[in-house]
């Protein structure tokens, strides 16, 4: 069940998080059993997107996550929002256009993130483009020494756009502590993934990067749980990005508009048979994890908690008019200022400062393995942040080939180091007094 | 102390915004050892190692992404774009995400954008482009196009430094053409600010970047004839200083607007909506404009200089003006 792909030791999953697991399932189905009565009622302005039968993989992969972790959800991670500790009453309230919502009601569905408490960054409606931002977070996370994770969601539609495979790229050659959840759940609106994507695993896609990939069953949240688990703390060791694909499938339309009648209706009740909650509480109960009590009591917790939002929000101020008006720019409105947990004098010169050139492996020849990598410069060989933080990213040893009979052939035993590259001279056109009078 | 290239001087900015914080960090493609395709990063790897001078693959939306999350955690990037051209690659990312954020979900994101742009280098119509105004048509994003190494060093001091997303265009065709005597000690140029080049009563010049420069020479030309122009430096794009632009038309009562960006949907267009709406009275004849053609980029030089404003064409656009 646990892929437990750096070979680590797998932890067994506690009765507490089997409970906590269970506990934001369904929170997540009945937030959203909620906002389609809603809907029904004219009182969410936009569009619904369901994740009826993916709350496994919304929860089971942010419950991998700690407080100090950046996320940054797609339009169906309700489940993860709650995770994160986003309350039923924003996500209502976002739906409705509320005042009191996270945006002010000047957007809706799940694009709405919290930069200083829960670190969550907002979606926008353009797939692919958090991959880099994600990304981003991770490499800057690092850089402050923060020790973070970072993780977002894509579907399978969304990994054939440019973004995600540019962001995967850098994710990749810069090894940030990024862990992308690719939700396969077998439609990108009504196009079935085989005629998006000629791979059976989308998790090939983040294999041609060099990175860990796994595929694991989306409808089990354990396996969902324990992938993720296994991913964050390898990201955190300093061996990330990884991807994790989750085979689910999308049991709604593409949005409450869409019946999806182009489902073959044997698909339909091949994955129905596979429901994530009703498969977990079959889990719970032949492992004996809980009784009848805690599931009345878990779920008389979640039917208050979503009447007390729901009133909250059904109660709430449409925004004023004159709202429209403000926030383009940040006029003083924020103090922006890193989080410094290393030295900066770490990254401030002269401790920053390095000689300047590449070294290349392998020079890229024929000759050298084939398997031996990306031929280009070792990114950074980050086992933790410190060693990271000290570590010239353009220092790499080159290995010595031997030559012969023109095929592919072992590496020398004993590795020598190339000559050191000559200093690099100016262009001509390039400013006088380079690194001392111009500086 | 000795004057100094507009290359030269952005690149003092750099060094001098990572020397102050180092929040600020730099990325983009071959921005380390080779220096940046047109060395204005020269030097900034040996200096601030490659956790802070970031080489990338040639992926501008990754990196606009990446360069955003960045400022998510309160750095600073500075995104070097090759050439500004390469910006069509980021589009989406650029308007869609650094833009709106702040205004969506109260999420700042400090960046600056720069990058090499504008023609007479016969770059052709790929290494030539002003797309300045896709960007100044989405709101969020703050747009500058410096003239001078002076204010090239201040205004991008003052980017880095700004809450907001900056798009900072920096004129190839400039970048090593004119030299200026910078202030030893530390200073910044606000953004928003135009700036008065050359005082007039006849008739205002408002221009920007290398056509500043040309907008000076026509008007020396057009003194010769005793028509005294009023040259004005918009610097800023966006927020665009329309005290400034307004109170230089009360002043002379004529306004030529000129930019090397192509003519429809040029920032000429939109000031002349500005002058009719705040200051149509004060008009003594029509809002004129001299910009390149509604082509694409040409690259032989008779095209090219075909497509460019030029002094002659300024000069003869502003005589006409003045005949009212």
């Known amino acids: 069940m646990s892929p437990s792909s750096n070979g680590a030791a797998v932890t067994p999953v506690t009765r507490q998080q089997c409970l906590d697991l269970y506990y934001y399932m369904r929170l997540n189905r009945a937030v959203e059993d909620q906002m389609m009565k809603l809907f029904r009622q004219n009182k969410i302005v936009g569009g619904l997107y369901s994740s009826l039968g993916q709350e496994a993989i919304s929860v089971g992969t942010a419950y991998a996550l ?18 994160k500790g986003v309350k039923p009453r924003d996500i209502f309230t976002q739906h409705m256009a509320k005042y009191t919502s996270p945006t002010q009601g000047k957007d809706g569905t799940s694009h709405f993130g919290d930069l200083k408490n829960l ?13 880099p931002v994600m990304t981003g977070v991770a490499m800057a996370g690092r850089y402050l020494g923060q020790g973070i994770v970072t993780m977002t969601w894509i579907g399978d539609g969304g990994s054939s756009t440019g973004a995600f495979h540019e962001g995967l790229n850098l994710a990749a050659t810069q090894r940030a502590p990024f862990v992308l959840i690719l939700e396969n759940n077998q439609w990108a609106y009504s196009t079935p993934v085989s005629r998006q994507v000629p791979v059976r695993d989308l998790a090939e896609r983040g294999r041609a990067y060099g990175i860990t990939s796994v595929t694991v069953d989306g409808n089990d949240a354990i396996a969902v749980f324990e992938a993720s688990r296994a991913a964050v703390a390898q990201c955190r060791a300093g061996n990330g990005p990884v991807l994790i694909e989750a085979k689910t499938m999308r049991m709604k339309g593409h949005a409450q508009h869409d019946p999806a009648e182009y489902v073959p209706k044997a698909m339909r009740e091949y994955w129905e048979a596979r429901d994530p909650i009703t498969r977990f509480e079959k889990y719970l109960d032949a492992n ?8 009345q009591e878990i779920e008389a917790r979640i039917a208050a908690l979503v009447k007390e939002d729901l009133e909250f929000a059904e109660n709430s101020p449409m925004p004023p008019a004159e709202l429209a008006e403000q926030g383009v720019y940040c ?3 924020h103090t922006i200022e890193a989080e410094w947990h290393r030295s900066k004098a770490e990254v401030t010169p002269p401790k920053s400062s390095i000689e300047a050139g590449w070294h290349v492996k392998d020079f890229g020849g024929i000759e050298a393995p084939l398997n031996s990598g990306n031929g280009a410069s070792e990114p950074p060989a980050a086992n933790t942040v410190q060693q990271y933080a000290g570590k010239a990213v353009h220092e790499s040893v080159g290995r010595a080939v031997q030559k012969s009979s023109g095929r592919p052939v072992q590496q020398s035993s004993s590795p020598k180091k190339i000559a050191a590259v000559p200093e690099r001279r100016p262009f001509g056109r390039g400013p006088k007094g380079k690194r001392g009078g111009g500086r | 102390m000795a004057p100094v290239t507009m290359l030269e001087a952005i690149r003092q900015a750099i060094f001098e915004e990572m020397d102050r914080d180092p929040a600020v960090v730099a990325i983009g493609e071959d921005i380390g050892v080779y220096g940046g395709a047109f060395k204005v990063t020269e030097g900034l790897l040996e200096r601030y190692g490659n956790e802070r001078v970031i080489e990338t693959p040639i992926s501008e939306t990754a990196i606009v992404g990446a360069a955003c999350g960045m400022s998510y955690l309160g750095l600073r990037p500075i995104v070097e774009m090759q050439f500004i051209d390469f910006i069509a ?10 833009a709106k954020g702040h ?3 109260g999420a700042p994101a400090p960046m600056v954008i720069r990058g090499p742009s504008g023609g007479g280098v016969h770059g052709g119509p790929f290494h030539s482009a002003n797309p300045e105004m896709y960007f100044a048509h989405t709101p969020g994003l703050k747009i500058v196009y410096p003239s001078t190494p002076y204010d090239a060093k201040g205004l991008l001091k003052s980017a880095v430094r700004d809450n907001n997303p900056v798009l900072f265009f920096e004129h190839k065709f400039l970048y090593r053409r004119i030299k200026e005597e910078l202030p030893a000690e530390e200073y910044t140029v606000p953004l928003g600010k135009a700036v008065t080049r050359r005082e007039g009563r ?5 221009s920007y970047a290398a056509m500043m420069h040309t907008s000076l020479e026509a008007a020396a030309e057009l003194a010769k004839d005793g028509i005294e122009a009023e040259v004005i430096d918009l610097r800023t794009l966006m927020p665009l200083d329309k005290d400034a632009i307004l109170a230089s038309v009360k002043k002379t009562n004529k306004l030529l607007i000129v930019h090397e960006d192509t003519r429809t949907g040029g920032i000429a267009g939109e000031i002349a909506s500005l002058v009719c709406e705040n200051a149509f009275e004060d008009l003594d004849g029509p809002i004129a404009r001299v910009t390149s053609l509604d082509t694409p980029v040409p690259y032989a030089p008779t095209l090219e200089e075909h497509f460019l404003p030029n002094v002659a064409k300024v000069a003869a656009a502003a005589r006409e003006l003045a005949r009212y």
């Open chain 1, 331 to 333: 006029e003083g409105c």
């Open chain 2, 103 to 105: 205004y969506l979900w």
């Open chain 1, 119 to 131: 670190h969550i960054v907002s979606p926008i409606s353009m797939l692919g483009d958090l991959i």
């Open chain 1, 66 to 83: 700690e407080k100090r972790d950046w996320m940054a959800p797609m339009i169906r991670n309700i489940g993860a929002l709650l995770v």
């Open chain 2, 89 to 98: 690659c980021c589009f989406n990312q650029v308007t869609n995400f650094v």
């Open chain 1, 288 to 295: 004996k994890l809980w009784d009848a009590k805690a599931k």
């Open chain 2, 202 to 206: 006849d008739i205002t010049i408002l």
